[in-house]
């Protein structure tokens, strides 16, 4: 009988592990689920106009919704701020200047060629390769999870995409499809789900 019920023991043992295994598998999975779900919100706003202008594969900044190459021929620079002469802060100050419908921001410039956001024929990157660039550390200033969510959440030019101001014509620039409030609600699920990516290109 001690034989007998040293085996149960185990039995129930290994029943509880098994049944603690799949589980933990499961919250994993439904985390990573909402964790994409998240990232898609997330990648809607970078690949809007507002942010996606500003993050190009070409050597020049792209202006308005139809995301045309940027006017009297300004060029990235050597350090994404333009050249001398027609560098970004010539024109680009500190805030919108809704009288001329030149948008502002501190620190205005191109983001470095490695975060771009869009192939060499202005097509958007994929949902997956967007991913798979701002979490690699190596590109991303070493920022990881907090870090990403901080920099959505705080630096300048990426609250400006939500305050961008008037277009020449008078017309206010359209937002992001989300809130900023609403981005950043979305990065902080997906940095708490550990910043899954989706598969594939």
């Given at each position: 009988m001690?034989?007998?019920r040293?085996g149960?023991?185990?039995?129930?043992v290994?029943?509880?592990s098994?049944t603690?295994?799949?589980?933990?598998?499961?919250?994993?999975?439904?985390s990573?689920?909402?964790?994409?779900?998240?990232w898609?919100?997330?990648?809607?706003?970078l690949?809007?106009?507002r942010c996606?202008?500003?993050?190009?594969?070409t050597n020049?900044p792209?202006?308005?919704?139809?995301?045309?190459?940027h006017?009297?021929n300004?060029?990235r620079g050597?350090e994404?701020?333009?050249v001398?002469?027609?560098?970004c802060?010539?024109?680009?100050?500190e805030?919108?200047?809704?009288s001329t419908?030149v948008p502002?921001?501190h620190?205005?410039h191109?983001?470095p060629l490695?975060m771009r956001?869009?192939d060499?024929?202005?097509?958007?990157l994929?949902?997956?390769?967007?991913?798979?660039q701002i979490?690699?550390?190596?590109r991303?200033h070493?920022?990881?999870?907090?870090g990403l969510l901080?920099?959505h959440?705080?630096?300048?030019l990426?609250?400006w995409?939500?305050?961008?101001?008037?277009r020449?014509d008078?017309?206010?620039r359209?937002?992001?499809p989300l809130?900023?409030?609403?981005?950043v609600a979305?990065?902080r699920?997906?940095?708490?789900?550990?910043?899954p990516?989706p598969?594939?290109?």
């Amino acid at each position: 009988m001690p034989g007998i019920r040293a085996g149960l023991v185990v039995s129930a043992v290994v029943a509880v592990s098994l049944t603690v295994g799949v589980l933990v598998n499961a919250h994993d999975s439904n985390s990573t689920a909402q964790g994409l779900a998240a990232w898609e919100q997330v990648y809607s706003v970078l690949i809007s106009p507002r942010c996606i202008n500003c993050h190009t594969a070409t050597n020049y900044p792209q202006q308005g919704d139809d995301r045309h190459r940027h006017v009297a021929n300004v060029v990235r620079g050597p350090e994404g701020k333009g050249v001398p002469g027609l560098n970004c802060a010539s024109c680009h100050q500190e805030t919108n200047a809704d009288s001329t419908g030149v948008p502002g921001g501190h620190n205005w410039h191109l983001a470095p060629l490695e975060m771009r956001w869009q192939d060499t024929n202005d097509r958007p990157l994929s949902s997956a390769d967007v991913c798979r660039q701002i979490t690699d550390r190596k590109r991303n200033h070493n920022l990881d999870g907090p870090g990403l969510l901080k920099h959505h959440e705080e630096e300048a030019l990426v609250k400006w995409a939500w305050n961008p101001g008037r277009r020449p014509d008078g017309a206010m620039r359209t937002l992001p499809p989300l809130t900023h409030e609403q981005f950043v609600a979305a990065t902080r699920r997906w940095v708490e789900a550990g910043t899954p990516c989706p598969q594939g290109k």
